[in-house]
Structures are given as structure tokens and as C-alpha cells.
């Protein structure tokens, strides 16, 4: 059985690939496949080769200014992180601290064994 998250991408893959061969058909035969529908009046086959240019341009474009908007927005938005001197110096006092426990349980070990 398919996971939920396996079929979404199924979807997407083929959604992807149908797009894709639609448009290179539109972009290389679009000449026969308008003048075979007889209702469609266009004005000019070079008007739609143009805006089978330029729509993915522009959406690609959007597209790309949108993740430069989202990547400042959340470099703006997120706190500095902690310098490292601070995390070493953290790191360190999690290391002593065991070995402090450890050396004052160790007494009580041994009068216990003694005992």
C-alpha cells in the first residue's frame, strides 16, 4: 500500500509531466492544433507563441523573488544565535558537573561496600 505522502507526490510527478508535454506541444505545434479548431479566432500565432514565452517567464520570475522575500523575511525574523564562546563555555560546565557528582557519590560507594 502507497503512503498519503507517496500518492501526493504520484500527483504532482505526473501533473508535472503532463503540464510539461502540453506546453512544449503548444509552443512547437500550436499552428496546426488553432487553425484545426475552427470557433478559436485569434488574432495572431505569433501573439501566442509570445505569451507561451512569456507567462512561464513572468511566473518564474514571481517564483524566484518570492523565495529571495521569504529567505530575508526569515533571516530578519530569527534571533542571533548564541556566540560560541558561550556554547563552549556551557559545553564545559555540562562535562565538570558529572564528574563533581560523580566524585561525591563515590564515598558513599565505598562505605557501602565496606559495611
Known amino acids: 500500500?502507497?503512503?498519503?505522502?507517496?500518492?501526493?507526490?504520484?500527483?504532482?510527478?505526473?501533473?508535472c509531466v503532463v503540464v510539461a508535454v502540453l506546453y512544449v506541444v503548444a509552443l512547437f505545434f500550436y499552428e496546426p492544433i488553432i487553425k484545426a479548431i475552427p470557433w478559436l479566432n485569434v488574432g495572431s500565432l505569433e501573439a501566442i507563441r509570445y505569451w507561451l514565452i512569456?507567462?512561464?517567464?513572468?511566473v518564474a520570475f514571481v517564483a524566484i523573488l518570492a523565495i529571495g522575500a521569504w529567505i530575508g523575511w526569515t533571516m530578519a525574523t530569527t534571533p542571533p544565535p548564541k556566540?560560541?564562546?558561550?556554547?563552549?563555555?556551557?559545553?564545559?560546565?555540562?562535562k565538570e558537573e558529572p564528574k563533581a557528582e560523580e566524585a561525591?557519590?563515590?564515598?558513599?560507594?565505598?562505605?557501602?561496600?565496606k559495611s
Open 104 to 113: 561525591a557519590t563515590e564515598p558513599s560507594v565505598e562505605k557501602k561496600k
Open 1 to 15: 500500500m502507497v503512503s498519503k505522502d507517496q500518492a501526493i507526490g504520484g500527483v504532482i510527478c505526473l501533473v
Open 83 to 94: 556566540p560560541i564562546e558561550e556554547i563552549t563555555t556551557e559545553m564545559e560546565e555540562k
Open 54 to 58: 512569456a507567462v512561464p517567464v513572468l
